[in-house]
């Protein structure tokens, strides 16, 4: 005999009575729980959220219009292009160097390799500004070696790509480190050579950590300040990046104008990050599906 209660109760694919809501979604797994991802969460809005939310509402003191205005100004329009120009070589350079130097510190053995090693680091602990000084007093109007840099966009490159190359060297080291080697040694057996199994083996293990350490680098590219204050000039539609922008709206009381650009810069450097996050992992999952 069949129950009453059971007998017109029918369940959803995944199990759940209709009717009922799937609360199963909302149940918390690992080590830490609730009390841990409460506190996570809460860290992550006062130091992220929160300001970013400020940020956002004040270049919307005026309103959509006011918002537009500020961003479409010629000098806010070339600062932006300017930026994203730059940041884009810089990322480009970066990630054919930054792998370069990765292989040389994991494929290769060479005296005062440790010291090269931590110098990889130094930018990441070097004020920029120190940086921006150092590179004004060699490439400057007083240049010791006669390369003059001094408000120009090659200038700028040359100053972002000193503070973002670790992103793609320590990106692209680890995955060096742990690669099947046997794998190379047998393709080139097989009469590979070498520019052959870069290509073919190499390097498409290495595509997500380089992908990354790319958008890294761009995305810091994106808001530097400190190392292009002095050796780029900050000439208006030639050498102004949008950080310098923000900075002379900011001084010339202007700070919805400077909050409008910093959120344009804010979209810029997520929606990259974003892309370059959803290639990596396509490149992941094609790489797991040839296997």
Request: charged share 15%; net charge neutral.
């Given at each position: 005999m069949t129950d009453s209660s059971t007998a017109g109760s029918t369940k959803t694919p995944g199990g759940t009575p209709a009717g009922r809501f799937d609360w199963s979604w909302l149940r918390v797994t690992g080590?830490?729980?609730?009390?841990?991802i409460a506190i996570a969460m809460l860290w992550l809005s006062i130091i992220v959220l929160l300001p970013l939310a400020a940020l956002t509402v004040t270049s919307f003191d005026e309103g959509w219009s006011g918002f537009w205005d500020a961003i479409s100004a010629p000098a806010a329009v070339d600062s932006l292009r300017i930026t994203v120009l730059v940041s884009i070589v810089v990322a480009v350079i970066n990630v054919v160097m930054g792998t370069l130097i990765a292989w040389?510190?994991?494929?290769?053995?060479?005296?005062?390799?440790?010291?090269?090693?931590?110098?990889?680091?130094?930018?990441?602990?070097?004020p920029t500004i120190v940086a921006s000084i150092v590179l004004l007093s060699l490439y400057g109007p007083q240049s010791p070696i006669d390369i003059h840099l001094n408000a120009t966009q090659p200038g700028l490159i040359v100053a972002l790509a000193f503070v973002t190359l670790p992103f793609v060297v320590r990106s692209v080291q680890p995955v060096l480190i742990e690669a099947d080697r046997e794998v190379e040694q047998a393709a080139?057996?097989?009469?590979?050579?070498?520019?052959?199994t870069f290509r073919r083996i190499v390097l498409p293990t290495l595509g997500p950590a380089i992908i990354s350490g790319g958008g890294l680098a761009f995305a810091r590219a994106i808001g530097e300040y400190g190392s292009v204050v002095l050796i780029g000039g900050a000439i208006p539609r030639k050498t102004e990046m949008a950080s310098q922008y923000i900075q002379k709206q900011i001084e010339i009381d202007r700070p919805i104008n400077a909050a409008a650009v910093s959120v344009a810069l804010l979209v810029i450097s997520f929606a990259s990050l974003l892309v370059l996050r959803l290639l990596a992992e396509r490149s992941v999952r094609k790489e797991q599906e040839s296997r």
């Amino acid at each position: 005999m069949t129950d009453s209660s059971t007998a017109g109760s029918t369940k959803t694919p995944g199990g759940t009575p209709a009717g009922r809501f799937d609360w199963s979604w909302l149940r918390v797994t690992g080590s830490v729980g609730p009390l841990g991802i409460a506190i996570a969460m809460l860290w992550l809005s006062i130091i992220v959220l929160l300001p970013l939310a400020a940020l956002t509402v004040t270049s919307f003191d005026e309103g959509w219009s006011g918002f537009w205005d500020a961003i479409s100004a010629p000098a806010a329009v070339d600062s932006l292009r300017i930026t994203v120009l730059v940041s884009i070589v810089v990322a480009v350079i970066n990630v054919v160097m930054g792998t370069l130097i990765a292989w040389v510190l994991v494929r290769d053995e060479f005296p005062g390799k440790g010291i090269v090693n931590a110098l990889i680091d130094l930018p990441f602990a070097l004020p920029t500004i120190v940086a921006s000084i150092v590179l004004l007093s060699l490439y400057g109007p007083q240049s010791p070696i006669d390369i003059h840099l001094n408000a120009t966009q090659p200038g700028l490159i040359v100053a972002l790509a000193f503070v973002t190359l670790p992103f793609v060297v320590r990106s692209v080291q680890p995955v060096l480190i742990e690669a099947d080697r046997e794998v190379e040694q047998a393709a080139m057996s097989l009469g590979a050579d070498n520019w052959t199994t870069f290509r073919r083996i190499v390097l498409p293990t290495l595509g997500p950590a380089i992908i990354s350490g790319g958008g890294l680098a761009f995305a810091r590219a994106i808001g530097e300040y400190g190392s292009v204050v002095l050796i780029g000039g900050a000439i208006p539609r030639k050498t102004e990046m949008a950080s310098q922008y923000i900075q002379k709206q900011i001084e010339i009381d202007r700070p919805i104008n400077a909050a409008a650009v910093s959120v344009a810069l804010l979209v810029i450097s997520f929606a990259s990050l974003l892309v370059l996050r959803l290639l990596a992992e396509r490149s992941v999952r094609k790489e797991q599906e040839s296997r």
